[in-house]
T-cell receptor, first 109, second 115 residues
Framework: GQNIDQPTEMTATEGAIVQINCTYQ??????LFWYQQHAGEAPTFLSY??LDGLEEKGRFSSFLSRSKGYSYLLLKELQMKDSASYLC??????????WGAGTKLIIKP | DSGVTQTPKHLITATGQRVTLRCSPR?????VYWYQQSLDQGLQFLIQ???????AKGNILERFSAQQFPDLHSELNLSSLELGDSALYFC??????????????FGPGTRLTVL
């Protein structure tokens, strides 16, 4: 079956770095997406990885290892506004997204 | 602003009733996706339309149906509503529905409350 696993909740301190892990099992693979979702709001696109390696976008970076079925989202210089849920989604061979349940990130001052 | 619009923003209704949620995709996008998100839960994929045709189906109940019109807007119909149908309903769109990876852009959602 197809499955996406990510931690339910993480806590970090303002100004620090946090890494949110995601493991995936999909029927075929056409990339891995990360979205940010603030409570009660729409998910917003953060990153897309289809090749192995690290993609950096400002304070956010995303990593992919296809051989390990593993990705992570790295958030640096955490700000209070980064408190949100982070959704990992793998794209299968039919270009359908398989969504994880999301990781709720709590930032403490 | 993603460019995807959804109406209404909020909807309160009673059990047993029927409602229609509306979505307009970003200009140029052919695919529309519908999702349900219950409180503190993950996104549940319901259904996808591509250029007017049903493309993929997820965990959509038989009481729910959707369609995409020639102008590419889509409607999600929910009938015989139950308390458990209370949730945020999101619509997303992208340019491709097949043959390519493309980012989905989400509308602001419709919050449905069934009393």
């Amino acid at each position: 079956g197809q499955n996406i696993d990510q931690p339910t909740e993480m806590t970090a301190t303002e100004g620090a770095i946090v890494q949110i892990n995601c493991t995936y099992q999909t029927s075929g693979f056409n990339g891995l997406f990360w979205y940010q979702q603030h409570a009660g709001e729409a998910p917003t696109f953060l990153s897309y990885n289809v090749l192995d390696g690290l993609e950096e976008k400002g304070r956010f970076s995303s990593f992919l290892s296809r051989s390990k079925g593993y990705s992570y989202l790295l958030l640096k210089e955490l700000q209070m506004k980064d408190s949100a849920s982070y959704l990992c989604a793998g794209m299968d061979s039919n270009y359908q997204l398989i969504w994880g349940a999301g990781t709720k990130l709590i930032i403490k001052p | 602003d993603s460019g995807v619009t959804q109406t209404p923003k909020h909807l309160i209704t009673a059990t047993g009733q029927r409602v229609t949620l509306r979505c307009s995709p970003r200009s140029g996008d052919l695919s529309v996706y519908w999702y349900q998100q219950s409180l503190d839960q993950g996104l549940q994929f319901l259904i996808q339309y591509y250029n007017g045709e049903e493309r993929a189906k997820g965990n959509i109940l038989e009481r729910f149906s959707a369609q995409q019109f020639p102008d590419l807007h889509s409607e999600l119909n929910l009938s015989s509503l139950e308390l458990g149908d209370s949730a945020l309903y999101f619509c997303a769109s992208n340019a491709r529905g097949q043959g390519g990876a493309d980012t989905q852009y989400f509308g602001p959602g419709t919050r449905l409350t069934v009393l």
